[in-house]
């Protein structure tokens, strides 16, 4: 490889390392507006009439915005709001799930939690592998 064509790599690299970050920044400010407004009910619901875990209600929701996207009534394309719902729900499944405490089998697999050396349950992929960022950046 050339040094131009390492160059012009590394910059698409750094150009979609900011892109990452950028929309990342978007869905950090959704859920930390959507938190404010509604009262944290994700994590924490008000149980009035349902009593399902926090867990249970947000996969409810995921399984809901997928059914509306299987159905044709928010295509992708059109309605980016559902993406952004669908990665924000992920985040606070993640979260809730973090939370638990690890007393029974896990919602998602009906396996017991194990939780790896990196935190993740058992069975990630990326067990073992250091996952923080490392981010280059040169003025040119």
Known sequence: MT??????????????????????????ALLLAKNAKYGDSALNPCRVFSKASAIEQI??????????VSQGIGLLADDEDVINDL?????????????????????????????????YLGGDPWTGIDIEPVFTFRVA
């Open 87 to 119: 990665i924000g729900y992920l985040i606070l499944l993640k979260i809730a799930l973090k939370r638990q405490k690890p007393t029974g089998p896990d919602l998602l697999t009906g396996y017991d939690f194990e939780r790896s050396e990196n935190g």
């Open 59 to 68: 996969l409810v929701r995921i399984d809901d915005k997928l059914n509306r």
């Open 3 to 28: 040094q131009d064509a390492f160059d012009q790599f590394d910059k698409m690299t750094v150009s979609t390392q900011l892109e990452i970050a950028s929309v990342c920044d978007d869905i950090k």
